[in-house]
Nanobody, 124 residues
Framework: QVQLAESGGGLVQAGGSLRLSCVASGRTFSTYTMGWFRQTPNKEREFVAALRWSGEGRTYYAHSVKGRFTISRDDAQNTVHLQMNSLTAEDTAVYYC????????????????WGRGTQVTVSS
């Protein structure tokens, strides 16, 4: 059974940084795509970044975070990270880690497995 556990959320001032982590267990993830999504009240879940676990690890970012966020993986720890820099109040949300078997896509409905989320709050 696939399990995803996020950590690293918290309160940070605008302009600051946070690093989210997602520990994946229960499967060999070499054929998986790992994604980060975020959600605020009354809004749909929004794609943030994704990474293919195989090979060189192709990545893709939402336009709103490109250049500020970096997704990476630690094969030894079975962990995916999301380094978030230059945070703004608009980045405030619950951040979710997700996994799907297969190619990189940005649609949340395509992801089969989800973590419980971690709250990120950016004060302006």
């Amino acid at each position: 059974q696939v399990q995803l556990a996020e950590s690293g959320g918290g309160l940070v001032q605008a302009g600051g940084s946070l690093r989210l982590s997602c520990v994946a267990s229960g499967r060999t993830f070499s054929t998986y795509t790992m994604g980060w999504f975020r959600q605020t009240p009354n809004k749909e879940r929004e794609f943030v970044a994704a990474l293919r676990w195989s090979g060189e690890g192709r990545t893709y970012y939402a336009h709103s975070v490109k250049g500020r966020f970096t997704i990476s993986r630690d094969d030894a720890q079975n962990t995916v990270h999301l380094q978030m820099n230059s945070l703004t109040a608009e980045d405030t949300a619950v951040y979710y880690c997700a996994a799907r078997q297969g190619r990189l896509v940005i649609t949340s409905l395509a992801y089969e497995y989800w973590g419980r989320g971690t709250q990120v709050t950016v004060s302006s």
